[in-house]
């Protein structure tokens, strides 16, 4: 199986490289752009095909290594 | 006083830490490289040193986090042991959970190298003893991450308890934020723990503890770190 975790900053949590980008993106003339936050994709590919305990093994590996979660929400996506 | 530098893939500064610790405490301390599960018989003193382990991949400090050492750190700290926490290491022990708080992107999102001048906040800790409340020491920096934040609460706890130990300042001492070179929140450059045996800070104070290296303002925190074994022996 493969999955997905998405880490993402916190809202509140100032994204100084998030604020580069967007800075970057309104200096190439790309209009439109309200605002930009910056996060982690890691794709994981899981061994076996036991849905439940794919989503237990990678909440556990946001919660103890992926994400801090002082500053950061993750989301997990585990798909066939 | 027994100390032990851990030594983590990608660290760069416990040999200037350990020159430091054998200069001013007249003993060499004991290298104790990640794998280990234990530190050394009768260790004092545990100093996590400087660099980039593990390159910063993922987070900086947070593989060296999980480390297999660690969870003898952490056992060390619950009984009271002493543990000096310098820039990665200050970034490694907020990511073990000793300290709170996290060590964010600088604000100007440049590396900053260069000295600083820190005020220190109180003299009443291990660390600090060879310090006067308020003096103003001048120590580098050289990192990118070292704007510390945590949530408000935990801000207002740390200030409401006396936990920030130094913060950047101006060199005669005033809080002012064209000296909080990273953008920390309150200045803060170095925090203890409530029980107050674990300092993290992003400062160097290793890198001027000899006439040589042009200052010995750093040299006050060995020194006090020594004479706080001294008279507990």
Same mark, same amino acid.
């Given at each position: 199986?493969?999955?997905?975790?998405?880490?993402?900053?916190?809202?509140?949590?100032?994204?100084?490289?998030?604020?580069?980008?967007?800075?970057?993106?309104?200096?190439?003339?790309?209009?439109?752009?309200?605002?930009?936050?910056?996060?982690?994709?890691?794709?994981?590919?899981?061994?076996?095909?036991?849905?439940?305990?794919?989503?237990?093994?990678?909440?556990?590996?946001?919660?103890?290594?992926?994400?801090?979660?002082?500053?950061?929400?993750?989301?997990?996506?585990?798909?066939? | 006083?027994?100390?032990?530098?851990?030594?983590?893939?990608?660290?760069?500064? /416990?040999?200037?830490?350990?020159?430091?610790?054998?200069?001013?405490?007249?003993?060499?301390?004991?290298?104790?490289?990640?794998?280990?599960?234990?530190?050394?018989?009768?260790?004092?003193?545990?100093?996590?040193?400087?660099?980039?382990?593990?390159?910063?991949?993922?987070?900086?400090?947070?593989?060296?986090?999980?480390?297999?050492?660690?969870?003898?750190?952490?056992?060390?700290?619950?009984?009271?042991?002493?543990?000096?926490?310098?820039?990665?290491?200050?970034?490694?022990?907020?990511?073990?959970?000793?300290?709170?708080?996290?060590?964010?992107?600088?604000?100007?999102?440049?590396?900053?190298?260069?000295?600083?001048?820190?005020?220190?906040?109180?003299?009443?800790?291990?660390?600090?003893?060879?310090?006067?409340?308020?003096?103003?020491?001048?120590?580098?920096?050289?990192?990118?991450?070292?704007?510390?934040?945590?949530?408000? /609460?935990?801000?207002?706890?740390?200030?409401? /308890?006396?936990?920030?130990?130094?913060?950047?300042?101006?060199?005669?001492?005033?809080?002012?934020?064209?000296?909080? #070179?990273?953008?920390?929140?309150?200045?803060?450059?170095?925090?203890?723990?409530?029980?107050?045996?674990?300092?993290?800070?992003?400062?160097?104070? /290793?890198? #001027?503890?000899?006439?040589?290296?042009?200052?010995?303002?750093?040299?006050?925190?060995?020194?006090?770190?020594?004479?706080?074994?001294?008279?507990?022996?």
């Amino acid at each position: 199986m493969k999955a997905r975790v998405t880490v993402t900053l916190k809202s509140g949590i100032l994204d100084p490289q998030g604020k580069a980008i967007e800075g970057a993106l309104k200096s190439l003339g790309i209009g439109g752009i309200a605002s930009v936050r910056q996060g982690k994709v890691f794709d994981i590919e899981i061994e076996g095909t036991d849905h439940n305990a794919a989503e237990a093994a990678l909440k556990a590996a946001a919660e103890k290594l992926l994400a801090n979660t002082v500053i950061e929400n993750y989301r997990i996506e585990v798909t066939k | 006083m027994k100390s032990a530098v851990l030594v983590f893939p990608g660290i760069n500064r /416990e040999r200037d830490m350990a020159r430091a610790l054998a200069h001013v405490a007249g003993r060499e301390p004991a290298m104790v490289w990640h794998a280990e599960r234990d530190l050394p018989a009768g260790t004092d003193l545990v100093v996590i040193p400087g660099g980039f382990s593990y390159g910063d991949y993922l987070r900086c400090g947070a593989i060296a986090a999980r480390a297999p050492i660690m969870d003898a750190v952490r056992a060390f700290a619950d009984k009271g042991g002493l543990i000096l926490a310098v820039c990665n290491g200050f970034q490694i022990v907020c990511e073990a959970g000793l300290l709170p708080g996290v060590l964010m992107r600088n604000a100007q999102l440049r590396f900053i190298c260069r000295d600083v001048y820190l005020r220190v906040e109180r003299s009443d800790t291990p660390f600090t003893r060879g310090y006067n409340a308020g003096q103003v020491i001048r120590v580098p920096v050289a990192h990118g991450e070292g704007n510390y934040i945590a949530d408000g /609460e935990t801000i207002a706890r740390l200030e409401g /308890e006396g936990r920030v130990v130094f913060r950047y300042a101006s060199p005669d001492g005033i809080v002012d934020p064209n000296f909080n #070179h990273n953008g920390a929140m309150n200045a803060i450059a170095g925090i203890i723990n409530a029980r107050g045996n674990v300092l993290g800070m992003m400062p160097h104070p /290793e890198n #001027h503890v000899e006439a040589a290296m042009g200052c010995t303002d750093g040299r006050g925190l060995f020194a006090g770190l020594v004479d706080h074994f001294k008279l507990a022996a």
